[in-house]
């Protein structure tokens, strides 16, 4: 690998005011933080004291050079960086080991994979948090995100500043090319299901190593699916609105890329960023410094400011936008906000909809369309909680869409409802009576414990259940089928409850509309 000599390099106390005295190089690889094998993944701490990278087959890792990658840490002393350190097994197993993210303080530290008890990679995926105590970083505990699943176990992505939100690059069901990037957020119980970027950012290629700005207002990541300089470029996107789905066109970040494999780009402000390259590296990737001098600029639509809003404290204001799934254009809509005390109901336009409801109660939110599926969703709204912004995608009604029915429970091995479920089978029922010409197939579903014969006995007779209940709400038999299909169709990996959870369902496929 090509190592190049840097000379007056007095990083940053970043702070973030120290960014001002930061004497960096542009494009310019940091030698000390390098070595010989695969640098990836450069995260900065929040008061630029530490910088975690991923180092891929070194000799060190945990599991030798067959290692995939493990965490490693530089500190800064006010004047240069320490060469980096392995991270330990704390941090770090047998399989890819990365750095999501940092709380403000460093007393947690967000890790892109499960962990096991024997050190051994960890058979599901998701996010892992490791607390700081005593002075020594305490073992991760595995943070379950619902449908969370890549084909790739190697996790590219970050954790936002405010860690609300993390974007993060996946091959998994319905991908527009091969790796495309995904958001989910934090909700009052974990996180929400992931949510595609769209078309504008995901392209027919791969989309990689994303990143957001400290005001989560623009997208960095790097593709090979458009017409750029190297194997990867890095480009830039800002956000729209709080869809997710409305983005600027990516911009090519020219002044970083190189003929080479350019990722992990990360704005740290004041106009610098860090990032990797495998440019006059031997194809290994090495950790770059870059000062823009401005930051870089993205012609943007300003959005309408927001009017002021005054909030009683036993009240919360509800905004959010309904989109279409497969377009992620927003949409009109109505939707009814139903509690024990209350009903609500409002009218979504292409702008949004804002309603004000009571707080301190949970409420059963029902979203209907023209032209689409109607969707229900609990939600319990704090009291504390004086804002809630809660988005909703609709599923156009088209022949071989399939509508996974969360809120369907039953009790365990029986066919016995449980009493929630009424709620979500009633709006299946009102979708089916207003939208006379649509036909639905049922399917049930189990975990894989148990026999499979048994299990799938046990799902038609749950899929018959749902049936006639339906039909007792007034819709056509013939417009029915179903079939049980035990644990031969698992949508997640069953060696923890919380995934066998997920794959005990009940789901409907319309086959005829």
């Not at 097994?89 to 947690?108: A, F, M, Q, R, W």
């Not at 036993?314 to 992620?328: D, F, P, V, Y």
């Not at 639905?440 to 299990?455: A, C, F, P, Y």
Request: aromatic share 10%.
């Amino acid at each position: 690998m090509g190592i190049k000599k840097v000379t007056g390099f007095l990083f940053f106390v970043l702070g973030i005011a120290g960014l001002a005295q930061a004497q960096l190089l542009s494009a310019e690889k940091v030698s000390i933080l390098n070595s010989t094998f695969d640098e990836q993944n450069p995260v900065l701490s929040a008061d630029g004291n530490y910088l975690f990278i991923t180092r891929c087959n070194h000799p060190q890792n945990i599991g030798g050079l067959k290692d995939p990658g493990d965490i490693w840490i530089a500190h800064f002393n006010g004047a240069q960086w320490s060469a980096p350190v392995h991270g330990g097994s704390e941090l770090n197993d047998k399989g890819y080991n990365t750095v999501l993210g940092t709380t403000p303080d460093l007393s947690s530290l967000f890790i892109g994979n499960h962990f096991t008890n024997t050190g051994e990679p960890a058979t599901t995926q998701g996010i892992a948090v490791a607390t700081f105590e005593n002075g020594k970083w305490v073992k991760p505990q595995n943070t379950n995100i619902p449908y969370f699943h890549s084909k790739s176990r190697n996790i590219q992505g970050q954790l936002s500043y405010d860690a609300q939100h993390f974007v993060y690059a996946a091959e998994t069901y319905g991908t527009y090319g091969v790796e495309d990037i995904y958001v989910v957020s934090k909700t009052l119980n974990g996180w929400s299901e992931p949510k595609n970027l769209g078309k504008i950012i995901n392209s027919s290629f791969q989309e990689l190593s994303p990143a957001l700005n400290r005001s989560n207002d623009t997208l960095y990541f790097s593709s090979n699916g458009r017409k750029g300089k190297g194997s990867f470029d890095v480009y830039a996107s800002a956000r729209l609105d709080d869809s997710w789905q409305n983005w600027s066109e990516p911009v090519n970040i020219k002044a970083v890329n190189t003929e080479a494999r350019d990722l992990f780009y990360k704005n740290i402000g004041g106009g610098n960023a860090l990032y990797t390259s495998t440019f006059d590296s031997d194809g290994y990737g090495d950790v770059r410094f870059y000062d823009a001098g401005v930051p870089i600029s993205i012609d943007t639509v300003k959005l309408p400011t927001s009017p002021v809003v005054v909030v009683k404290p036993n009240e919360t204001i509800a905004t959010g936008l309904i989109t279409n799934s497969k377009t992620g254009q927003t949409i009109n809509a109505t939707l009814s906000f139903v509690s024990e005390a209350t009903l609500a109901k409002t009218e979504a336009s292409l702008s949004g909809y804002q309603i004000t409801l009571a707080n301190g109660q949970g409420y059963k939110i029902t979203v209907e369309a023209k032209g689409f599926i109607s969707y229900f969703q609990s939600v319990m709204v704090n009291k504390e909680q004086s804002k809630l912004e809660l988005d909703f995608a609709l599923q156009p009604i088209e022949v071989g869409t399939t509508v996974n029915l969360k809120s369907v429970l039953f009790k365990q091995s029986s066919t016995d409802l449980l009493p929630e479920s009424k709620d979500e089978l009633n709006v299946v029922a009102s979708f089916m009576k207003t939208n006379t010409k649509v036909k639905i197939e049922l399917s049930g579903h189990t975990d894989n414990r148990g026999v499979q014969k048994d299990n799938e006995k046990l799902s038609q007779a749950r899929v018959q259940k749902v049936k006639e209940y339906l039909v007792a709400s007034g819709v056509s038999a013939k417009r029915i089928s179903g079939k049980g299909y035990g644990g031969a169709k698992p949508i997640a990996v069953n060696d923890t409850e919380e995934s066998r959870r997920l794959n005990r369902r009940v789901e409907f496929t319309i086959v005829k509309n």
